[in-house]
């Protein structure tokens, strides 16, 4: 991974590059802690955080120079620049799009070498997924999947969604997730048209649809999955919005494939709907790359400008939300290939009347 860094650094004629997102320091470091930046050259590579972690950085970053930035300076900023001046470097790229002002402002303040904004540069490294990079987003996605079969046992009249949530989220970490989870969502009832609903304290309702949008982390790397059920018997409508639906998963993930641009896929995912009532009710945005991060490139939706390429992983997660109604969303994990894609996500995708 420092490799192409460097590569693009020699290639644009930067002298170096300094890293504070937490995922992209995790990615060209394989540091799995927290509170760290890295400044690396084309012959030098620091590793900057404090004493809390210096120990985890020396273990899992050998190659690194490990830098304690209490002991150059009263900042952070200090610690970076005195860093910088050490390499003698005339300029320098940093994450524009991460870098906080005061940082930025310590950058470029009495630096002798250029502060050069660089966007989506390890972004674009971290779309294409290695080896050992699919097998641990696979590993994750199964995680997932049993802990569906695990939940749905649970989900009946009178219990909470908050309940719920909590209960998912422990299903995962006994079925081998990361122990540190991130934000699910859990709602159900005429709550399932938020696209982004927090669990609450609702109970549960005969009739409701219970959505769940949610995954893990397994070695850093995360799972992105939705299913929809319903408690208790459907209603013709419920029906009827749950296989329109199902459909537009269907034709959406069909198009998936190495070379096919993101728009197709878009087209693809409303033909279903294109006539009827809901056509007005779906969402724009049908899935995203997922890593390290849940939402990574590529992004796709009606403007994007995305080729999918062979070893993207992108979610693809079409949906019909209806206002004081309710929605459903199916959300599957999908690693493209050269011909084709692989489902990594295996949770029946039928209605299911619990």
Excluded at 23 to 38: A, C, F, H, I, P
Excluded at 47 to 65: H, K, L, M, N, S
Excluded at 89 to 117: C, H, P, Q, R, S
Excluded at 281 to 305: A, D, K, Q, T
Aim: proline share 3%; aromatic share 10%.
């Amino acid at each position: 991974m420092i490799e192409k860094l460097i590569s693009y650094l020699n290639e644009n004629k930067i002298g170096g590059f300094f890293i504070a997102r937490p995922q992209n320091v995790r990615y060209m470091s394989g540091y799995t802690g927290e509170d760290s930046y890295l400044f690396i050259t084309d012959t030098e590579k620091f590793f900057i955080t404090d004493p809390r972690y210096t120990e985890q950085a020396q273990q899992e970053c050998p190659d690194f120079t490990i830098v304690n930035w209490r002991e150059h300076g009263k900042t952070l900023s200090d610690a970076i620049k005195s860093t910088i001046e050490k390499t003698s470097i005339k300029n320098f790229g940093f994450e524009g799009d991460f870098v906080t002002y005061n940082i930025y402002k310590e950058l470029t303040f009495e630096n002798k070498a250029e502060a050069v904004a660089l966007n989506g540069i390890i972004e674009n490294f971290r779309s294409i997924k290695t080896p050992e990079e699919i097998h641990n987003l696979r590993a994750a996605c199964q995680i997932a999947d049993r802990a569906f079969e695990r939940i749905i046992k649970d989900i009946r009249v009178g219990v909470t969604e908050k309940e719920l949530a909590s209960n998912l989220s422990h299903y995962m970490v006994m079925e081998g997730a990361d122990t540190k989870p991130y934000g699910n969502i859990l709602i159900s009832g005429k709550r399932t048209s938020l696209l982004h609903g927090i669990p609450s304290n609702k109970t549960i309702e005969y009739g409701d649809f219970v959505l769940m949008d949610y995954g893990c982390g397994y070695k850093g790397y995360l799972s992105d999955m939705t299913r929809t059920v319903v408690v208790g018997k459907a209603t013709d409508k419920q029906k009827e919005v749950y296989a329109l639906e199902k459909k537009m998963l269907e034709d959406s993930t069909a198009m998936m494939k190495a070379g096919t641009h993101a728009t197709d896929v878009y087209n693809a995912s409303v033909k279903a709907i294109k006539d009827t009532e809901y056509f007005k009710y779906h969402y724009n945005g049908i899935g995203h790359g997922i890593g390290l991060f849940v939402h990574e490139i590529p992004f796709m939706g009606p403007r994007s400008n995305e080729i999918l390429k062979e070893n993207n992983v992108i979610t693809i997660e079409p949906g019909i939300y209806i206002p004081d109604w309710g929605g459903v969303r199916i959300e599957d994990q999908v690693l493209i290939t050269s011909d084709g894609n692989e489902v990594l996500t295996s949770s029946v995708r039928d209605l299911i009347e619990l």
